[in-house]
């Protein structure tokens, strides 16, 4: 069994300051991880994705997250926010034939 | 066009009305999924096809739902004798055949209102 618990279901920061979304994940094996973004009326986009090749994962955009297994954390960070980076964010645990998605975090940027 | 299309994009209906969707995955990707996602949640896991064969359904899956993948490319779920509560935005995806956990790439999704 697997889940994803997305700690904040609203973030909101300012242009140009750091981006913290936080994600916790229960495996029953090693997982894949994943953050996924979700523009409206957009489909969903890829972010980044964890596979145990290097516990520090970068992806598009300047975000990258950091695997963490004694925590079982899987959090997303960015360094500076820019407007176009509102949006929702979705961590997500997956197997070869199913994605675990969490509730979502709606991400305001505020000028 | 190397992404996932999704037909329709939007579909209203009425109650008891049968309603089919359709999806085209990448062409290489030899797994489908689908999945569907209500307003103010995250996606939630429908079904997944390797080639034609449907190897994975969810308990979310009632008799009303069915999926088809006759020849192991487009894809088709159809949702018979609708209900208000089956509104939702229904995506698909599709991954290539690898070793570890492919990425999924997502289709932009059919939005079914019924009324």
């Known amino acids: 069994a697997q889940s994803v618990t997305q700690l904040d279901s609203h973030v909101s920061v300012s242009e140009g300051t750091p981006v913290l979304l936080r994600c916790n994940y229960s495996s029953s094996y090693s997982p894949s991880l994943f953050w996924y973004v979700q523009h409206p009326n957009k489909g969903l986009q890829l972010l980044l994705k964890y596979t145990s090749a290097a516990t520090l994962v970068k992806g598009i955009n300047g975000f990258e997250a950091e695997f963490k297994k004694s925590e079982t954390s899987f959090h997303l960070t960015k360094p500076s926010a820019h407007m176009s980076d509102a949006a929702e964010y979705f961590c997500v645990v997956g197997s070869a034939r199913q994605l675990t998605f969490g509730s979502g975090t709606q991400l305001t940027v505020l000028p | ?115």
């Open chain 2, 1 to 115: 066009d190397t992404g996932v299309s999704q037909d329709p994009r939007h579909k209203i209906t009425k109650r008891g009305q049968n309603v089919t969707f359709r999806c085209d995955p990448i062409s290489e990707h030899n797994r489908l999924y689908w999945y569907r996602q209500t307003l103010g949640q995250g996606p939630e896991f429908l079904t997944y096809f390797q080639n034609e064969a449907q190897l994975e359904k969810s308990r979310l899956l009632s008799d009303r739902f069915s999926a088809e993948r006759p020849k192991g490319s487009f894809s088709t779920l159809e949702i018979q004798r609708t209900e208000q509560g089956d509104s939702a935005m229904y995506l698909c995806a599709s991954s290539p055949q690898g070793d570890y956990q492919e990425t999924q790439y997502f289709g932009p999704g059919t939005r079914l209102l019924v009324l």
